[in-house]
């Protein structure tokens, strides 16, 4: 992943400089203080910076970071051809870096469906339409990889989901999600992400939710990355919910909602959390 | 801690305040509101502040009551609250009051309110509702139409709850 690696320098420098202009990064005193104050813009904070040091090292260093394995099999599907069109992703898009953004405009309005469309969904959008090959499974490892290359390209750049024109009764219907209480515990997304932030839940402390440029991250918990929407189950579990299917409109909307309250901050994949 | 009271009680209580009067006439305008939802044992809300009778004629157990606090898959009120008795219990968390001194800031009919319902008493609190199965949205299948406490569980975590004072 010679090429990659280089690369990953190279986004460094470029959020060095986007974190000076947005933050009050010069007064931020010790270098390690600097390096982190690149996760809060405007206010808004990364989990990262809700995660202990430890697991803030591990994402840091790509050595140490688990999920930079996906990254590496994302680069070899990117160049294999599947499907009766004999094309790969990159007989039709060149060099995976050419895909630089692409993951901070996501979910964005599908004139086609008429709804929002994902990563993974374009992903596969692209699998079946272009190369004529069957769709990945949600959390299966080939989507879980290719989502995350595509994160992983974007690295650092600010996420900028549009929620005007077609998209707004979607992002809408997300925030009305986020709000709306489930469960037999009946609370809210919003309940532990917006009233309760910085404060411990038992042995979790509570982020700001902000993890619209985190997924595909590697979780701890898991042994293993996952999706957002994987993380979407798991928090409707915890309230005693019926959690919706990964990749249904409902998760995308909020995926949305979530990808929003994050513009501005950096994209971090594969972040990893605890 | 602001408490919630409704329409009239409220007047009455600024009535009251405004008037420099101690007390405030029980009897004559207490608002008993009677709820029985499907299959849950039935009580009755007095002012919108306080259940005042136990769920069950049994006395509540204040040992077993300690264990439901703790337990995750039961109270599991560490999760928000802090309570020094139980100090040797790791991870109490921050998101509500903490809860050492509470038999000394409020009567047993309150501290049943707030198990039973405390959307009762604040709409939007984050703390759920540990006897109630009505209203609620999309409830893992085997958990519909139980409540997260038996009525015999909120009564052994009242009598724990009435041991908690820090301060005479």
């Not at chain 1, 994987?230 to 409109?249: L, T």
């Not at chain 2, 608002?31 to 039935?42: A, D, F, I, Y």
């Not at chain 2, 001194?101 to 008493?121: C, Q």
């Amino acid at each position: 992943m010679g090429g990659l690696a280089g690369k990953g320098m190279l986004a460094v420098f470029g959020a060095g400089a986007l974190a000076l202009a947005a933050t009050g990064w010069m007064a931020a005193g010790t270098p390690e203080a600097q390096a982190k104050s690149k996760y809060e813009v405007d206010g808004k904070k990364s989990g990262y910076l809700y995660s202990t040091p430890e697991t803030q090292a591990m994402q840091d260093d790509d050595f140490m970071n688990q999920g930079m394995l996906w990254v590496e099999r994302g680069q070899k599907l990117w160049s294999q051809v599947e499907g009766a069109a004999g094309k790969s992703c990159q007989s039709c898009h060149g060099d995976v870096e050419k895909m630089r953004g692409a993951y901070t405009t996501y979910p964005k309005y599908d004139p086609k469906t008429k709804k929002l469309i994902n990563i993974e969904q374009r992903i596969n959008r692209c699998r079946t339409e272009q190369m004529k090959a069957k769709a990945w499974k949600w959390e299966s490892d080939e989507l879980l990889s290719m989502t995350t290359l595509i994160g992983y390209v974007s690295r650092d750049l600010p996420m900028n989901v549009k929620i005007d024109g077609p998209a707004k009764p979607f992002f809408e219907k997300g925030k009305a999600f986020y709000y709306q209480r489930r469960g037999q515990l009946d609370m809210a997304c919003k309940h532990c992400h917006i009233d309760n932030p910085g404060k411990f839940i038992r042995a979790d402390l509570l982020s700001e939710g902000r993890a619209g440029g985190a997924f595909p991250l590697y979780r701890l918990k898991w042994q293993k990355l996952g999706s957002m929407h994987r993380r979407f189950r798991g928090c409707n579990r915890q309230v005693r919910s019926e959690p919706y299917k990964a990749g249904s409109d409902e998760y995308v909307n909020v995926e949305l909602y979530i990808k929003w309250r994050s513009n501005g901050l950096p994209v971090e994949v594969p972040a990893v959390r605890r | 801690m602001a408490r919630k009271r409704t329409g009239p009680q409220r007047m009455a209580l600024l009535a009251t305040a405004a008037a420099g009067m101690a007390l405030l006439a029980q009897g004559a305008s207490a608002e008993v509101r009677k709820v029985q939802e499907k299959g849950l044992k039935p009580y009755e809300i007095v002012d919108d502040i306080s259940i005042p009778k136990p769920l069950t004629d049994k006395p509540g157990d204040a040992k077993r009551g300690a264990e439901l606090v703790v337990v995750r898959k039961k109270g599991n009120c560490l999760a928000c609250h802090k309570i020094q008795q139980l100090d040797e219990f790791p991870f109490h968390g921050e998101i509500g009051p903490e809860l050492t001194d509470v038999a000394n800031n409020m009567s047993e009919g309150e501290m049943r309110l707030r198990l039973v319902n405390p959307k009762v008493v604040n709409p939007d609190t984050i703390m759920p509702a540990y006897y109630r199965v009505a209203g609620l949205h999309r409830v893992l299948k085997k958990f519909q139409g139980k409540p997260i406490l038996s009525a015999q569980e909120i009564e052994d975590i009242i009598a724990f709850l009435k041991t908690l004072k820090a301060t005479q």
